[in-house]
Nanobody, 124 residues
C-alpha cells in the first residue's frame, strides 16, 4: 500500500501563489503516474494535472500556464506550483498515484491511491 500526505494548502488572495507538496510512504510509487485533482463544494472531483515517471505532463485547460506539476522520483514526491490563483481555484486538492502504467492519466478511475486532501481558498 502507498500512503499519500499532502501539505501546503491555505488562504491566498486572487493573483497570489501557493505551492502544494505530496509525500508518498509505505510501498514505493514506482513507475506509475502521480497527479493532483481538486473538488470544490457541491462539485465532482476534477483532474488538475498529472505527471508520468518520465516527466511527461498533462494539465486541465484552465490551469495550463498558471500551474506547474513536478515530481521527485527518488523521494516519491509530487509538487504543484500554483500561480495567478483565482477564486474559482478554491477547492480541496488531492494527491493521487497509480499502481501501474495506463494510457490515460487524467481521470480518477486510473489512480489507485489518494491522499486526504489539503484545502486551498482563494479570496477575491
Amino acid at each position: 500500500q502507498v500512503q499519500l500526505v499532502e501539505s501546503g494548502g491555505g488562504l491566498v488572495q486572487a493573483g497570489g501563489s501557493l505551492s502544494l507538496s505530496c509525500a508518498a510512504s509505505g510501498r514505493a510509487v514506482g513507475v506509475g503516474a502521480m497527479a493532483w485533482f481538486r473538488q470544490a463544494p457541491g462539485k465532482e472531483r476534477e483532474f488538475v494535472a498529472s505527471i508520468r515517471h518520465s516527466g511527461d505532463t498533462e494539465y486541465l485547460h484552465s490551469v495550463k500556464g498558471r500551474f506547474i506539476i513536478s515530481r521527485d522520483n527518488a523521494r516519491d514526491r509530487v509538487y504543484l506550483q500554483m500561480n495567478s490563483l483565482q477564486p474559482e481555484d478554491t477547492a480541496v486538492y488531492y494527491c493521487a498515484a497509480q499502481s501501474k502504467i495506463t494510457l490515460s492519466i487524467d481521470t480518477t478511475g486510473v489512480f489507485d491511491y489518494w491522499g486526504q486532501g489539503t484545502k486551498v481558498t482563494v479570496s477575491s
